[in-house]
């Protein structure tokens, strides 16, 4: 292979790059290339992580609309999620088997489309349909717009390349439900996917302009298609997100049906990983994982997923159920948090090809464990001046774990490996998303139910204290013209309200002090990970 261009990164056109002979080194692309390119992939990862949130504040309004149960339209957010997960470790396969670009135009027009299809849906499996369809599309959009920008950029320049993709990933799960309560508020639910027709259409026109041409192979050197992986894939990622989404509303293993998809989900990962490490042309290169700081980097990344989607789950569930606001409120509650995550983001990424990425990944996990220890200081005064700081700093503490580690476990990696490790890579932060809000919101239950019980243990009618209250809220209803009957019984359900309200918070603590301790615990893997700042295959990788 001739290596005459590996060192030249100045080029004496600006014309957009053709593929050549695959035995033959690209030029870098011109700079004004590289971040036109960079805004095309950031664009669609964008269009892609707000809408895994913007639908949760519309649930409610599309509910009604379709005439459809609490459980039944949970099944627009999961079918969109089990979409996601199923084809993410798929999108290096697809990419090189159809071609990177051509794939991920495909992909984002798709998803505009059926974001169309989704806005004009008449009924719920209409709408459910057109969710799992756009998650499978959208799905192939993250992964190869990181891939894409970590095979544009050289090493010195993949930080703040990796900062303009980083500010949707981070941004928009907290952008999802203030753009969605807005939209559903003022225009109606069917906007939330119908705002991404413009966004999507630019998308696309900028792809086709921006983004390098493939490369033509023979047909002999066509990737085969791995039809046993690719099924064992879906049964068991699939499985296990059903399981992940389903599994607290049912109660968990006291459920046959969670049983199944748990016996399922393990059947189908054995069965997979057998398949995949045995076979010379596998859907999903797992082999990639014998790169240490891919391997740590994707557990680490499981961990950030959690405290990322996690904590972005457990907020807006205090916000409105203890503090009663609205969900254009929530949203307003988290957007101040999302703007210092695309400011840090910008400022990282500037200084990462300087800086140990560990360091910052460490920095990043002690100020979120603070953060988290801060919210668990919450009680009934608390409001939005309480909130403010602390999420604010939660947006800056995460970006300070996901840009450098992005940089620590795909910069190492050489060029050939990039799109099968930034799938997986990307995988297990979605996964680790799901895995962190089952757990919490599984843990949530558990200690309301725990601290209820403990706080009823105190207050008993024998209590002289609690006799006392009673009395005094009996006669303040009595004094507003309930006869004593009505104003006991009124007593006791205000008191019953107290008690359940104070066991709420004391669990909310509890889930916000247990994410602050998986993220002290978690820094032991940082020792596994790589400086992060363009070294080893990374140098020639462009």
Not at 132 to 158: R, Y
Not at 384 to 408: H, I, N, Q
Request: contains cysteine.
């Amino acid at each position: 292979m001739s290596h005459s261009n590996s060192a030249s990164v100045s080029l004496p056109r600006p014309s957009l790059p053709r593929s050549g002979s695959p035995h033959q080194k690209q030029s870098a692309p011109p700079s004004w290339l590289k971040w036109a390119i960079a805004i095309t992939a950031a664009l669609g990862a964008i269009l892609e992580v707000i809408d895994t949130s913007i639908v949760n504040v519309a649930l409610t309004d599309i509910q009604a609309s379709v005439g459809a149960t609490i459980s039944e339209i949970g099944w627009v957010v999961t079918g969109y999620a089990i979409a996601n997960v199923i084809i993410i470790p798929l999108t290096a396969w697809l990419g090189d088997y159809f071609g990177k670009k051509r794939y991920f135009v495909f992909s984002l027009i798709g998803f505009t489309i059926a974001s169309v299809l989704c806005g004009l849906s008449a009924n719920l499996p209409t709408l459910i349909a057109a969710r799992v369809l756009q998650g499978l599309l959208g799905g192939g959009l993250l992964a190869k717009a990181q891939s894409i920008l970590f095979e544009t950029f050289p090493p010195a320049e993949q930080g703040i390349a990796q900062a303009i993709f980083g500010v949707g990933v981070i941004a928009g799960p907290a952008i999802g439900p203030t753009l969605g309560g807005y939209l559903t508020d003022n225009l109606g639910w069917r906007w939330i996917f119908f705002i991404n027709i413009p966004f999507g259409i630019a998308a696309v026109v900028m792809a086709l302009l921006f983004l390098p041409a493939d490369q033509r192979r023979s047909a002999a050197r066509q990737p085969q298609v791995d039809w046993w992986g690719i099924g064992l894939l879906a049964i068991a990622l699939g499985s296990l997100q059903t399981f992940l989404e389903e599994g607290e509303q049912d109660d968990w293993f006291d459920s046959q049906f969670i049983w199944f998809l748990a016996i399922a989900t393990v059947i189908g990962l054995t069965l997979f990983i057998w398949r995949e490490l045995s076979t010379r042309n596998p859907a999903v290169d797992l082999r990639v994982l014998r790169h240490r700081s891919l391997a740590a980097g994707s557990l680490y990344s499981g961990i950030v997923g959690m405290g990322l989607y996690g904590t972005l789950f457990a907020v807006p569930i205090f916000a409105q159920s203890v503090l009663h606001f609205t969900a254009q409120q929530t949203g307003l509650l988290l957007l101040p948090g999302a703007l210092a995550s695309a400011i840090t983001m910008v400022a990282v990424g500037k200084i990462s090809s300087r800086v140990d990425a560990r360091l910052l990944i460490a920095t990043g996990s002690v100020l979120t464990t603070l953060v988290m220890f801060s919210l668990a200081t919450i009680n009934p005064d608390t409001g939005t001046d309480s909130l403010f700081y602390p999420l604010l700093w939660r947006g800056v503490g995460t970006v300070m774990m996901f840009l450098p580690l992005s940089l620590a476990t795909l910069s190492p990696l050489p060029k050939a490996d990039i799109p099968a490790g930034s799938g997986f890579y990307n995988l297990t932060r979605q996964l680790g998303g799901s895995v962190g809000i089952a757990v919490l919101s599984t843990l949530l239950e558990q200690r309301h139910a725990f601290h209820r019980a403990m706080l009823a243990e105190s207050v008993s009618p024998y209590n002289l204290q609690t006799q006392q209250r009673l009395d005094a809220m009996t006669a303040a209803i009595q004094s507003r013209g309930s006869d004593a009957v009505t104003a006991q019984q009124q007593a006791l359900q205000l008191l019953d309200q107290t008690l359940d309200l104070q066991a709420s918070i004391l669990s909310f603590e509890d889930v916000f002090r247990f994410v602050g301790i998986v993220f002290i615990c978690s820094l032991p893997l940082l020792f596994l990970l790589a400086r992060g700042r363009g070294n080893g295959a990374g140098a020639n990788v462009h």
